[in-house]
Each structure stands twice: as structure tokens, then as C-alpha cells.
């Protein structure tokens, strides 16, 4: 069960990136794309580190869900606004199927004691 859970909190560091990315797909396609392209995802990873992360300073069990259902649903949108419709789609399955796994009380007990 170790190696599945290690398997998934990597898979949600790899969602939490492809996001970003999304954002920043979304910022190129946008005016001004020179701001937008870096601008977007920086807001994206401040939202997360101060709401969604881990060790978020304001975090809460009410909080961080929302904040990954805006920052996976914000990400989705744009991909789809900027004409990858497919990727837009397979970015939130994945997040959802990705996150939903991490819920698991096993591998959330992992993520928990990874960091401490």
C-alpha cells in the first residue's frame, strides 16, 4: 500500500504542476500574453501555497477543497478558452480521479506524516 500511496501523492504533485501549466497556456493565449503567460501561473502557485498546500498558512478543512476546485477548475477552463479542449477535459478527470484517490485514509495518513 506504501508504493500505491507514494504513486499517488507523486501523481498529485504532477496535477498540481500540469495546472500551473494550464494556467500559463491560458496566459499565452490572452492580452497581454507577455504578462499573462507568467503572471497567471505565479498567482496560481501563491493561491496554493498560502490556501491549498500542505502546510498552507491559511488552510483549513474547508478552505483547501475549495481552493483545488478553483485552482483545477480555473486551470481546465482556461486550456478549454485557449482551444485544447481535449486537454482541458483530461486535466480535470485526472484531478479529479488523482485527488479523489489521495482521500483514501491510508494515503492521506502518508501524505500527513511526510509533512511533519
Known amino acids: 500500500m506504501a508504493a500505491f ?38 498567482l496560481g502557485m501563491l493561491v496554493w501555497f498560502l490556501f491549498a498546500s500542505p502546510r498552507a498558512r491559511f488552510g483549513s478543512a474547508v478552505v483547501r477543497p475549495v481552493v483545488k476546485v478553483v485552482v483545477f477548475g480555473a486551470a481546465s477552463w482556461g486550456l478549454w478558452v485557449a482551444g485544447h479542449h481535449s486537454l482541458a477535459v483530461a486535466l480535470l478527470v485526472f484531478s479529479v480521479v488523482v485527488n479523489g484517490l489521495a482521500m483514501i485514509p491510508a494515503i492521506r495518513d502518508l501524505a500527513a506524516t511526510a509533512t511533519r
Open 5 to 42: 500511496g507514494w504513486t499517488v501523492l507523486a501523481l498529485v504533485f504532477l496535477d498540481e504542476l500540469l495546472a500551473m501549466a494550464g494556467l500559463g497556456v491560458y496566459g499565452w493565449s490572452a492580452s497581454p500574453r507577455w504578462l499573462l503567460v507568467w503572471l497567471l501561473p505565479l
